[in-house]
């Protein structure tokens, strides 16, 4: 058994400039946990493959191609491949966001780009 405690992970370094720390990498799945503060967002940005976002704690914004919606705790968000995204912490308090790569089809294809 592998645990990982999350606030002693490092953040990595990210083009949104936010707190964002790898939990979890596999050949199938990859998974971080992004920390929002107050005022704090994602660059709209398209990812090559499915994602879905669980969020952990608070209330966020969250854009998925044209749709915008305030997501609050134990909801998940599915967003689908090459449709462009973000996150948005509009609220006084912070937003954590688990946010799941899904790397292949199930059949074993990976649908990362190259």
Known sequence: MKITEVAQLESVK????VDVRKVFE???????VITLKPGES????????A????VLEGTGVVETGEERQSV???SVVESPAMIA??????????????VVKILTTGKGKDTRLR
């Open 51 to 54: 994602v879905f976002f669980y």
């Open 72 to 74: 609050g705790r134990d």
């Open 14 to 17: 990210n083009p949104h400039n």
């Open 26 to 32: 596999a050949p199938d799945t990859s998974a971080v």
């Open 42 to 49: 994602l660059k709209k940005h398209v990812t090559p493959v």
């Open 85 to 98: 995204h973000t996150w948005k912490n509009e609220s006084n308090a912070v937003v954590r966001i688990l």
